[in-house]
């Protein structure tokens, strides 16, 4: 085994069993695993990689669950939000989500106030988010709502709002160098929902 592909089934378990953000699973497997810090760290297709495989061998029989369970309360809030054209990105829309898992909604818009005023107005109480940077380094907005549990979940689930200009949308849904979208529109989740499990 190539140490590239041991830190990247370290990390995998660690997203898969403890809910930990990618970046930072990285990090801790380096750690667990006794490695320098500045050892090369393996690509996020390695990673993605290595959670599927431990999906299928050690949550076989409830992660295919989880995930419908997240793509059916992530295309509800798509519909609810559908006037700022959302995408679903991360591992609901990848399929590699888990009861550990938040959501990850891409929001288009002119106005960065809006959705939050929207939902403001609908009810709810999103809460700031992580800071973070668009693809020309500009701070973008992003917002959390946190959701009440599906079925057989034990804890909320946040969901992440990135609030981005509508130009951002453009190339969007184009798939990467694998063949695969990062990301998906509504109507492709269902699709993907009316797919056998």
């Known amino acids: 085994m190539t140490l590239d592909l041991e830190i990247a089934q370290a990390a995998a378990r660690l997203i898969a069993e403890e809910g930990q953000p990618w970046g930072a699973a990285k990090q801790r497997a380096l750690k667990d695993l006794g490695l320098p810090p500045r050892t090369a760290l393996p690509s996020n297709e390695a990673v993605e990689d290595a959670l599927r495989e431990h999906l299928s061998l050690f949550q076989a029989d409830t992660q295919p669950q989880e995930l419908r369970a997240l793509r059916e309360l992530a295309l509800r809030w798509m519909l609810r939000l559908a006037e700022f054209d ?15 898992s938040d959501l990850h909604l891409a929001l288009y818009c002119d106005d960065p106030k809006a959705p939050e005023i929207a939902l403001l107005n609908a009810g709810e109480s999103p809460e700031p988010g992580p800071q973070a940077r668009d693809a020309r380094g500009q701070m973008q907005q992003n ?47 269902r699709r993907l929902l009316e797919m056998p499990a």
Not at 86 to 91: H, R, S
Not at 92 to 97: I, K, L, P, S, V
């Open 143 to 189: 917002l959390v709502i946190w959701l009440r549990p599906p079925a057989g979940f034990e804890q909320e689930v946040a969901l992440h709002l990135s609030i981005l200009e509508p130009r951002e949308r453009r190339g969007a849904l184009l798939p990467d160098a694998r063949g695969q979208t990062l990301r998906g529109d509504a109507a492709g989740l």
């Open 86 to 100: 959302p995408l679903l990105v991360g591992a609901a829309w990848r399929g590699t989500a888990n009861r550990w």
